[in-house]
């Protein structure tokens, strides 16, 4: 987890790109006076234009700053502890507020100044407030002390933001056991709120390695009112780890009365509740991620390394709260572990549901959420999750479509929360995603693919998204959803039934599926529809009947055509022999036995007898291909008639008329001849 820290402070860009206007030298560890740490700020305070500070204590290596009240920071600058000599990667300058009034490093510059690579602790405040301008805070402990595995809390957050500032850039930190938030991006009702914030790279709430628990004592990131903050990222060392924390996770919240809504933040990248290797559980107190009142949050993401894994946590994975002041809606849930290990088979289930919907009094509050989608990675997989995999108690429009949802507490989707939900007459109760009725399987039948019937009743004259998932079964009798199959759309008529077929990749028999419905329209999802086992139908064998010439001299072959009537998911084989008809083995053709086999997806492959070539004037003639022994699919037709066609010429025999003529023209001839002689 080091590396993290040290990757964090790589990528982060100088903030000025000329000199600074100077460079003030830390060199002792006196809590005042000239070459103190207080005296820096002070002189960088007084000096024009961005400045540095820099350290150079004692010998080098490790050293600790007792620093009681700390200057305001009032000008941009660079404290930067990795030019401490003996820094290798981890921060070795300890900056101890020794639960002094006063001790908190508060930055109030007009432009962004930056901290880094120190360790921050016993602050009786925030380990750092950001009150202006900016800030760039990369690479410190802040929390724990210099060993990264021991807690020496701050008094307030480990990192502080308050609501008039925005784009403060916080990345590769460890932010552990203050007794606050780990990060808060403050706001305040009806005055502003912080935006545009990037958080990376960061541990909060465990010790360096990422292992073991020391965990803030309120949520693990705090967003009050908020837009386009970004919580982690794509790139391979931008994800967060968070877990341990006393609170939720992350908990991005609509402030009541705020200028702005919480609009727009994205959460890619991070592992929440676990490890930062992802294999064990560390919980947070509360959520993974709550939501409330926030519109338009991106959590996870089709791309690759957007997807979070959100695991492990003591109570929902996932939950979205619509509040009194605003709606939470149009929120994008893709490509995310929820409940699982990293590998996404192994069990680190949240205490509840995997994603839950909340109550809400007014459904309005709770819409447009997306839950998977319908492209290529926008599934969710949501297992192992100690109730329900999706518990959608309230609001309404809220699709869930494409997720892997299997071996939950509860069911696959529950639709308010008392356990499967009878299908009613037409579709016309309301509820959590209006009580969408689910399809009703009535048979899969599997050859060389899977063919899924099914019925729908629901709203008249709609257009569903009707998707089947294989799964490991559920108690219900009604599933869940562990592989997306496919989908087919199916239209109710007038009396509001609509008849589903539908053609699916190939699943072993005994398999169960199920399904859900989507209303096009309104876009509330069902829950799964009834288990139903998929049953075997072996594909029908058949063999053509064929004529063949005989020709000559030689042998030339009869080709037979042993067909299948549609595809097999396995190899069909068979044995075949021939026997006489009116042609007679081995003078008319030669007695052939052998066996074949149909490969599994292929539907035919060819039978050859020789047949016996001869100038024998005589009747076609007829022999028979029997197929016996057949494995993988049922008999047909299984025997073929081959006709000899005999093509011997047979020499005419002139009629009387012609006889009679020839002679007539021969006496002709011969008088003639005759005549010349005389």
């Known amino acids: 987890m080091n590396r993290r820290i040290a990757a964090g402070i790589v990528a982060i860009a100088l903030v000025a790109i000329s000199s600074p206007a100077a460079v003030f030298v830390v060199s002792t560890n006196a809590d005042s006076g000239v070459g103190s740490f207080d005296q820096a700020i002070i002189d960088a305070n007084t000096t024009p234009g961005p400045d540095d500070i820099h350290f150079n204590i004692g010998a080098g290596g490790p050293q600790i700053i007792t620093t009681g009240p700390i200057p305001i920071i009032t000008e941009e600058v660079v404290i930067d502890g990795t030019t401490q000599p003996g820094y290798s990667g981890t921060p070795i300058v300890t900056l101890d507020g020794d639960d002094t009034i006063g001790a908190e490093l508060r930055i109030q510059s007009s432009s962004p100044s930056t901290i880094r690579g120190l360790v921050i602790i016993d602050m009786l405040g925030a380990g750092v407030r950001v009150e202006n301008g900016g800030a760039t805070i ?195 849930i893709q490509g995310n572990l929820v409940g699982t290990d990293i590998s996404g088979s192994g069990a680190l289930p949240n205490s509840n549901a995997g994603i839950s919907l909340a109550p809400v009094t007014n459904p309005a509050f709770l819409t447009r959420n997306q839950i998977g989608g319908p492209g290529p990675g926008e599934g969710n997989r949501i297992w192992f999750n100690l109730s329900d995999g999706i518990a959608v108690n309230g609001g309404i429009g809220n699709p869930i479509q494409g997720n892997s949802i299997d071996l939950n507490g509860g069911l696959g989707i529950d639709l308010s929360p008392d356990g499967a939900t009878p299908n009613d007459p037409n579709d016309t109760d309301a509820g959590p995603n209006n009580l969408q009725n689910r399809p009703v399987i009535t048979a899969i039948t599997v050859t060389g693919s899977t063919t899924a019937t099914a019925t729908l009743n629901s709203t008249p004259a709609r257009l569903f998204r009707i998707e089947f998932f294989s799964t490991a079964g559920d108690p219900s009798g009604f599933g869940e959803g562990g592989t997306f199959l496919g989908f087919t759309n199916a239209t109710a008529d007038a009396s509001g039934n609509a008849a589903i077929l539908a053609t699916l990749p190939t699943v072993a028999s005994g398999t169960l599926i199920t399904a859900t419905a989507t209303d096009q329209t309104t876009q509330d999802t069902s829950e799964f529809s009834n288990a139903v086992a998929a049953v075997f139908v072996p594909p029908v064998l058949n063999v053509n009947n064929i004529a063949v010439a005989e020709t000559d001299s030689g042998t030339t072959t009869a080709d037979f055509t042993v067909t299948l009537s549609e595809p097999s998911s396995t190899d069909v084989t068979f044995q075949f022999s021939t026997s006489d008809g009116t042609a007679a083995a081995p003078g008319d053709y030669l007695t052939t036995t052998g066996s074949g086999t149909i490969l599994a997806g292929e539907t035919s492959t060819t039978v050859a007898v020789p047949v016996v070539g001869d100038t024998v004037i005589e009747p076609d003639e007829t022999f028979t291909l029997t197929i016996a022994n057949i494995v993988g699919a049922t008999a047909g037709d299984v025997e073929g008639v081959a006709t000899i066609v005999d093509d011997d010429a047979i020499a005419e025999i002139p009629t009387l008329t012609e006889l009679l003529l020839a002679v007539m023209a021969a006496l002709l001839a011969i008088a003639a001849l005759a005549a010349l002689r005389t």
């Open 138 to 332: 990369s690479g410190n402990y802040i929390g724990v002390n210099a060993s990264g595995g021991v807690a020496d809390p701050n008094a307030g957050a480990g990192i502080e933001v308050r609501p008039n500032v925005d784009g403060t850039v916080i990345i590769g930190n460890v932010i552990s056991a203050n007794n606050g938030y780990g990060i808060y991006l403050h706001g305040t009702p009806g005055v502003e709120a912080s935006d545009n914030n990037i958080v990376q790279g960061n541990i909060i709430g465990l010790d360096a390695q990422g292992i073991n628990d020391l965990g803030n004592l309120s949520n693990g990131i705090g967003v009050d009112g908020g837009n386009s903050n970004r919580i982690g990222g794509t790139a391979a060392g931008e994800g967060n780890v968070i877990s341990g924390n006393g609170g939720f996770g992350i908990r991005i919240t609509a402030t009541a009365g705020a200028v702005t809504t919480a609009t727009g933040n994205i959460v890619q990248g991070n592992m929440i509740g676990t490890t930062g290797t992802g294999t064990s559980a560390v919980p947070n107190s509360n959520d993974g991620i709550a939501l409330f009142g926030a519109q338009q949050t991106t959590i996870g993401g089709s791309a690759a390394g957007a997807r979070n894994l959100i695991s492990g946590n003591a109570g929902v994975g996932i939950n979205l709260s619509g509040i009194v002041s605003g709606a939470t809606s149009d929120t994008v």
